[in-house]
């Protein structure tokens, strides 16, 4: 009989981690292949399918971290741990670890930018012998947003770190404004040598770039992941199609020389 792609397998709820009102991480039962930056479709009968990327990856489990939006993130939310949800995937490409192995890495990300790329992040933090200098900038819109704590404090001992956010009304412990505005500041050593990945909302990737191109990073050394409108996930309903790129296949991870020309 032929594998219909589109039936989802149903997982469990291992645990829940709350990091905000809105953002949850949904730790569920998985065994497979599966790449940081790569995204499941979340099925809620009735409701409809939504793309979530993977956030954390171990042994049987993968972290989903979900922001309430909708109407199939919000029904996500009435989801307890034992409960089991239908996803499908994972799809899509994902980071290539080894696109930047052996050399100086920056990361750069937004809000629930974080997530897709905290596998990356992790694993260098890690691996310490399989890169060079790290820098990872992280900024949310104020303190009640920021997003994994824990690990932000966890990779502050082995790479420069700055949590920063847009606003801030109370004293914190952390920078104020935008993420762009810490580019300039980054240790920089060969540009050749070193390599980039911006993930966040449109116009914060657009300006990060622009910064990293401003202090001498090749295009070619910096990725992007891009989360545009998908439905089915597997190149056959067209919603993601930019030109003759299918995002959900192709992508959602692009080199910039390619994702410069699908940026919002
Ligand atoms: C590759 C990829 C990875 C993603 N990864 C994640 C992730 O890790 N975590 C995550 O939380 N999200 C992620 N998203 C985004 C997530 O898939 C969307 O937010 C999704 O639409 C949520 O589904 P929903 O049914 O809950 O929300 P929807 O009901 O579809 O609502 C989504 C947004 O549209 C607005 N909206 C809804 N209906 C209307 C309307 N009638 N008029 C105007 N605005 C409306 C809502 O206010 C909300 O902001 C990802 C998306 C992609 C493409
Ligand atoms: S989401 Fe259907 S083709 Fe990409």
Request: hydrophobic share 40%; aromatic share 10%.
């Amino acid at each position: 009989m032929m594998k219909n792609d589109y039936i989802p397998f149903s997982s469990k709820i291992l645990e829940v981690i709350r990091h905000t009102e809105i953002e949850y991480t949904f730790r569920m039962e998985f065994n497979g292949a599966v790449r940081p930056g790569q995204f499941f479709e979340v099925s809620m009968p009735k409701y409809g399918e939504a793309p979530i990327s993977v956030s954390g990856i171990g042994e049987n489990f993968v972290d989903l971290t979900i922001r309430r939006v909708g109407k199939v993130t919000n029904e996500v939310f009435e989801h307890y741990v034992g409960d089991t949800l239908l996803m499908r995937g994972p799809y899509g490409n994902g980071f290539d670890v080894s696109d930047y192995m052996g050399k100086d890495i920056i990361v750069i990300a937004g809000g629930t930018g974080l997530s897709p790329v905290r596998g990356v992040v992790d694993y260098f933090a890690e691996h310490l012998e399989e890169r060079d200098h790290m820098t990872l900038i992280a900024g949310f819109k104020t303190p009640h947003d920021i997003l994994f704590r824990d690990d932000l404090k966890r990779w502050e001992k082995n790479m420069d770190v700055t949590l920063t956010v847009d606003c801030a009304e109370e004293d914190v412990a952390c920078h104020v404004g935008l993420v762009t505005q810490y580019i300039p500041q980054i240790k920089l050593g060969d540009v050749q040598n070193t390599v980039a990945i911006v993930v966040g909302p449109p116009a914060m990737m657009r300006f990060s770039v622009q910064g990293l191109l401003g202090i001498g990073l090749p295009e070619e050394n910096i990725w992007i992941s891009q989360e545009r409108k998908m439905c089915c996930g597997l190149g056959k309903c067209g919603h993601c199609k930019i030109g003759d790129t299918y995002v959900c296949l192709d992508g959602p991870v692009f080199n910039y020389t390619k994702g410069k020309f699908l940026v919002d």
